[in-house]
């Protein structure tokens, strides 16, 4: 079952991290969270804003956090209060063998706050229970964020 949650236009960076930032309040609100992983999977052309909404994410949930596109380094953590952030950008990701021994599905553990760019690689990867972020528009045109919610997720409809 998918959940439009959210609908908004961005006009710059600081818009989109301020979406980041509102999921990240209505996640940290789910029963679910410190108690199970939470999947974010951002979707969006190179250029579309993915890491700038990771890092209003990370502004919430792991506060003072330095956020970059992890393109190369494939992971990295961000440690929080209750959770942790892990940003994974599977970019250069080939293969289901390629993304399982980079421990992928290690992370799936309490108290971790997955968020992951180019899902659109991995679609056989997903977890059924997730929230979808849908970032459309590059260079300086603005850009236009769905995020979805998708299983269990509940959260009240924002548009």
């Known amino acids: 079952m998918e959940k439009l949650f959210l609908r ?9 991290e301020a979406q980041g930032r509102l999921l990240a309040e209505k996640i940290e609100s789910l029963p ?8 974010v999977a951002l979707y969006g052309d190179l250029g579309a804003g993915k890491t700038a909404f990771v890092r209003g994410l990370a ?3 792991a506060p003072g956090a330095h956020v970059s596109s992890p393109t190369y380094a494939i992971v990295n953590e961000y440690r929080g209060l209750r959770a942790s952030l892990v940003h994974f950008d599977f970019y250069r990701i080939e293969s289901e063998d ?5 421990g992928f599905d290690d992370y799936f553990t ?3 706050v997955i968020a992951a760019e180019w ?5 056989f ?3 059924r229970r997730r929230i979808d972020v849908k970032i459309a528009g590059s260079g300086g045109s603005p ?3 769905e995020v979805f919610a998708i299983g269990y997720y509940v959260f009240p409809t924002q548009h």
């Open 119 to 123: 899902c659109e690689r991995i679609p």
């Open 59 to 61: 502004s919430v949930i």
């Open 110 to 112: 309490p108290g971790v």
């Open 98 to 102: 390629e993304l399982y021994s980079i």
């Open 8 to 16: 908004a236009t961005s006009k710059s960076p600081e818009e989109t």
């Open 32 to 39: 679910e969270y410190g108690e199970s992983f939470i999947f």
């Open 143 to 145: 850009r236009e964020i």
């Open 125 to 127: 990867a997903l977890p």
